[in-house]
């Protein structure tokens, strides 16, 4: 089992910066990947940034050059730095872990961009 849990989400102006974390339960080197998600009002959950294990980012075309996602292996967390935000990256933001199989998801955090 791996609980994750997500914080850092807000109101922001369109133009502004957030930055969110997801702290594991467990090291992360112990899970197959770890990334972002998000799920916009009547749409579906997307890929915002994913890492596999020894392995590079992936982002979302839509992100590509304004959100950089980091870890901590000391601290075991995830983090997602948002810049330039737009109206369009509203949405609730979901950590996301892999291992063994398994899915695991944290309960997510909302991200609101004011225009």
């Known amino acids: 089992q791996v609980q994750l849990v997500e914080s850092g989400g807000g109101l922001v102006q369109a133009g502004g910066s957030l930055r969110l974390s997801c702290a594991a339960s467990?090291?992360?080197?112990?899970?197959?990947?770890m990334g972002w998600y998000r799920q916009a009002p009547g749409k579906q959950r997307e890929l915002v940034a994913i890492i596999a294990t020894g392995g590079s980012t992936n982002y979302a075309d839509s992100v590509k050059g304004r959100f950089t996602m980091s870890r901590d292996n000391a601290k075991n967390t995830v983090d997602l730095q948002m810049n330039s935000l737009k109206p369009e990256d509203t949405a609730v933001y979901y950590c996301?872990?892999?291992?063994?199989?398994?899915?695991?998801w944290g309960q997510g955090t909302q991200v609101t961009v004011s225009s």
């Open positions: 996301y872990g892999s291992r063994s199989g398994s899915d695991y």
């Open positions: 467990r090291s992360i080197f112990s899970l197959n990947s």
